[in-house]
Protein backbone atom coordinates (compact mmCIF):
# COMPACT_ATOMS: atom_id res chain seq x y z
CA UNK A 1 0.00 0.00 0.00
CA UNK A 2 1.06 3.70 -0.93
CA UNK A 3 0.37 6.70 1.33
CA UNK A 4 0.34 9.94 0.03
CA UNK A 5 0.99 12.64 2.64
CA UNK A 6 0.00 16.54 1.34
CA UNK A 7 0.42 18.97 4.10
CA UNK A 8 -0.08 22.80 3.42
CA UNK A 9 0.19 25.53 5.81
CA UNK A 10 -2.94 27.63 6.20
CA UNK A 11 -3.10 31.32 5.70
CA UNK A 12 -4.18 33.38 9.17
CA UNK A 13 -7.82 33.28 9.23
CA UNK A 14 -8.09 30.73 6.30
CA UNK A 15 -8.62 27.62 8.22
CA UNK A 16 -12.39 26.89 7.18
CA UNK A 17 -12.10 28.04 3.90
CA UNK A 18 -8.70 25.46 3.72
CA UNK A 19 -10.59 22.49 5.01
CA UNK A 20 -13.82 23.33 2.69
CA UNK A 21 -11.56 23.05 -0.32
CA UNK A 22 -9.46 20.03 0.75
CA UNK A 23 -13.29 17.99 1.73
CA UNK A 24 -14.93 19.23 -1.43
CA UNK A 25 -11.87 19.49 -3.98
CA UNK A 26 -8.87 17.24 -2.94
CA UNK A 27 -11.08 14.39 -1.73
CA UNK A 28 -13.11 14.22 -4.18
CA UNK A 29 -10.78 14.23 -6.98
CA UNK A 30 -8.09 11.25 -5.45
CA UNK A 31 -11.34 9.43 -4.34
CA UNK A 32 -12.80 9.17 -8.45
CA UNK A 33 -8.72 8.59 -9.57
CA UNK A 34 -7.85 4.85 -10.07
CA UNK A 35 -6.44 3.11 -7.40
CA UNK A 36 -7.45 5.13 -4.47
CA UNK A 37 -9.16 3.49 -1.23
CA UNK A 38 -9.04 5.83 1.48
CA UNK A 39 -8.68 10.02 2.01
CA UNK A 40 -8.34 11.16 5.45
CA UNK A 41 -8.22 14.85 6.58
CA UNK A 42 -6.29 16.48 9.69
CA UNK A 43 -6.06 19.65 11.01
CA UNK A 44 -3.89 21.29 13.42
CA UNK A 45 -5.45 24.59 14.65
CA UNK A 46 -1.96 26.13 16.39
CA UNK A 47 0.07 28.28 15.47
CA UNK A 48 0.43 28.25 12.17
CA UNK A 49 -2.60 26.79 11.05
CA UNK A 50 -2.18 23.37 8.83
CA UNK A 51 -3.96 20.62 6.87
CA UNK A 52 -3.21 17.26 6.60
CA UNK A 53 -4.49 14.91 3.74
CA UNK A 54 -3.42 11.23 3.94
CA UNK A 55 -4.65 9.16 0.59
CA UNK A 56 -4.34 5.31 0.33
CA UNK A 57 -3.32 3.88 -2.73
CA UNK A 58 -3.17 0.29 -4.05
CA UNK A 59 -1.07 1.39 -7.50
CA UNK A 60 1.33 4.25 -7.33
CA UNK A 61 -0.82 7.49 -7.79
CA UNK A 62 -0.91 9.40 -10.60
CA UNK A 63 -2.41 12.43 -8.84
CA UNK A 64 -1.44 15.90 -8.46
CA UNK A 65 -3.48 18.10 -5.82
CA UNK A 66 -2.57 21.51 -7.06
CA UNK A 67 -4.22 24.71 -5.74
CA UNK A 68 -7.07 26.83 -5.30
CA UNK A 69 -7.53 30.07 -7.29
CA UNK A 70 -7.17 31.90 -4.12
CA UNK A 71 -4.12 32.27 -1.42
CA UNK A 72 -5.76 30.00 1.38
CA UNK A 73 -2.41 28.26 1.43
CA UNK A 74 1.37 29.59 1.87
CA UNK A 75 3.19 26.48 1.55
CA UNK A 76 2.49 23.16 0.71
CA UNK A 77 4.22 19.49 -0.60
CA UNK A 78 3.40 15.57 -1.12
CA UNK A 79 5.31 12.82 -0.26
CA UNK A 80 4.66 9.24 -0.96
CA UNK A 81 5.18 6.36 1.72
CA UNK A 82 5.08 2.68 1.23
CA UNK A 83 3.83 0.27 4.12
CA UNK A 84 6.54 -2.40 5.23
CA UNK A 85 5.16 -5.14 7.16
CA UNK A 86 7.74 -6.38 10.23
CA UNK A 87 7.28 -9.14 12.20
CA UNK A 88 7.79 -9.05 15.97
CA UNK A 89 9.45 -11.86 18.10
Avoid at 28 to 42: H, T, Y
Amino acid sequence: MIVRMWDATVAPGRLDDAVAWVRHDLVRRALLSEGCLAAEILVHEGTPESIVLLTRWDVAPVFEEGWPDDEIFTRARAQHFQTQRTEVS
